[in-house]
């Protein structure tokens, strides 16, 4: 059987104020399999950015197992991480982490140049990606110079350009008018139908409902973990994608 993108066992976070303990994340099992969108919710200080910085090697867990597409990640040293991110994990955060002096193209066209692909294909991908978020015009801009929703969805293009095996996502629609709400999510809609997995951290259920499962963190344990409803079975470009995102 394939090994499903993400599992973590037993997962732990413990940060240190002064000498009082502070869990983050208390004993979390989560398992992701290809192709699966799974939206993280929960109220602020739940955890559920530090879960999926762990996941993603940004954060070291306290205590427990990590593991992506069947390899243990949880011990592997920082240069480890660095290779195994670059090859396979694509993450978009709410603050845009754009590389203030470089172009739009060259943000989106490193992380695949990086990974090993030819620069032919790097530039396809790249201009795929500007295309379908509407930034074909703004290629040659520095990021100082674009709106925050036009940053992140330069930021998404990014993230997508090496082709992941998994995409995390922080509250990637937290700074965003509805307008680009709706261009993100359809991205992340369409990339989604083609196979990519994805965890999404999100507070809006409207972004949530577009997951195939919904886990609900609290106090950093998984308190629910199910399906977001009929969401995910709409046709492609049906009326409800409109009316959920309107405000």
């Known amino acids: 059987m394939t090994s499903p993108v993400v599992d973590t066992v037993n997962l732990v976070k413990i940060y240190q104020d002064g000498e009082v303990p502070v869990p983050a994340v208390r004993g979390v099992d ?18 559920k950015s530090t879960l999926i910085h762990m996941i993603g090697g940004l954060e070291a867990r306290t205590s427990g197992e990590i593991w992506l597409d069947g390899q243990r990640t949880d011990m592997l040293k920082e240069s480890a991480w660095a290779l195994l991110r670059r090859k396979k994990i694509g993450f978009v955060f ?3 982490n754009l590389v203030a002096n470089m172009t ?22 790249r201009e795929h990606l500007l295309g379908e ?11 100082a110079q674009l709106a925050g929703g036009e940053q992140q969805r330069v930021a998404l293009a990014r993230a997508l350009a090496n ?13 965003l ?8 999510l359809r991205l992340l809609g369409e990339v989604h139908r083609e196979g990519q997995a994805i ?8 972004v949530a409902s577009l997951a195939d499962r919904v886990v609900s963190l609290l106090d950093g344990q998984i308190v629910d973990d199910g399906g977001a409803g009929l969401a995910r079975r709409r046709p492609r470009g049906g009326p409800g994608d409109v009316i959920e995102l309107r405000g």
């Not at 989560?30 to 955890?47: I, K, Y």
């Not at 978020?133 to 990021?143: E, I, K, Q, S």
């Not at 008018?177 to 993100?184: A, E, K, P, Q």
């Not at 965890?199 to 409207?206: C, I, N």
């Open 94 to 96: 709410q603050f845009f």
């Open 30 to 47: 989560l398992r992701v399999e290809a192709g699966e969108f799974v939206a993280v919710m929960g109220p602020s200080g739940s955890g």
């Open 163 to 175: 082709k992941p095996s998994l995409l995390l996502a922080d509250e990637p629609t937290g700074n």
């Open 104 to 125: 739009v193209a060259d943000n989106v066209e490193l992380p695949a140049l990086l990974a090993g692909v030819s620069a032919k294909e790097a530039r396809r991908r």
């Open 133 to 143: 978020l509407g930034l074909t015009a703004r290629a040659d801009a520095a990021p």
């Open 199 to 206: 965890v999404l951290v999100t507070h809006d259920a409207r």
């Open 177 to 184: 008018d509805s307008r680009n709400t709706r261009d993100v």
